[in-house]
């Protein structure tokens, strides 16, 4: 149990354009979803944490202009990258917390790259 | 946010017993310590969690001594497929953010 499935797994777009990524909680309910975004042979940052039908609340330096989240349901959140360019590019994973569980359970991950 | 410190590489050849220390100073009363595993280009994987003493599963146990400033996860006959990057983390509910550090980069020599 606690699967967390994100699509795409890899995305390229050209810069200026839009881009969305699903992230979904297969088998468990899931009130806070995380964003975090991955730049080569770093650490994870987090980008912000989304609540089921709220406003994601933004860590700070990330523009929440730039990435939108949504959280319409209790099994899935969405990142949408606007207006996307070369620094953009990033291995973007997202989390879930299950009720009850003091841990996060991850995402495989969504590779994007902007041309 | 508690903050972790672990070191950033540690080498091991086939077969041995790989301990990685992680420091968290402040960590809070309800914290618990969770560590995870990350190959390149995937999500991190959970490996185990515990709150005090000693926890054990399957692949790993976890070291914590009583005033619980620090933890060590404990690797058994480690093999080449135990590359990667292992996270520890500090936090409480699944639903509190958390900070990840640097992460230790094991390298499995054959």
């Known amino acids: 149990g606690a699967v967390v499935s994100q699509h795409p797994s890899w995305v390229i777009c050209k810069s200026g354009t839009s881009v969305k990524i699903e992230c979904r909680s297969l088998?468990?309910?899931?009130?806070?979803m995380f964003w975090y975004r991955q730049f080569p042979k770093q650490s994870l940052m987090l980008m912000a944490t989304s609540n089921e039908g709220s406003k994601a609340t933004y860590e700070q330096g990330v523009e929440k202009d730039k990435f939108l989240i949504n959280h319409a349901s209790l099994t899935l959140s969405t990142l949408t990258v606007t207006s996307a360019h070369p620094e953009d590019s990033s291995f973007y994973i997202c989390s879930a917390a299950r009720q009850g569980a003091y841990e996060q359970y991850f995402g495989p991950g969504t590779r994007l790259t902007v041309t | 946010l508690a903050k972790t410190t672990q070191p950033i590489s540690m080498d091991s050849y086939e077969g041995q017993e790989v301990n990685i220390t992680c420091s968290h100073n402040n960590i809070a009363t309800n914290d618990y310590i969770t560590w995870y595993q990350q190959f390149p280009s995937q999500g991190p994987r959970f490996i185990i969690q515990g709150y005090k003493t000693k926890v054990t599963n399957e692949v790993a146990s976890l070291f914590i001594p009583a005033d619980r400033k620090s933890s060590t996860l404990s690797l058994p006959r480690v093999s080449l497929s135990d590359t990667a990057v292992y996270y520890c983390?500090?936090?409480?509910?699944?639903?509190?953010?958390?900070?990840f550090g640097t992460g230790t980069k094991l390298q499995v020599i054959p």
């Open positions: 088998d468990f309910q899931a009130t806070t």
């Open positions: 983390l500090v936090g409480g509910r699944g639903y509190q953010k958390v900070t």
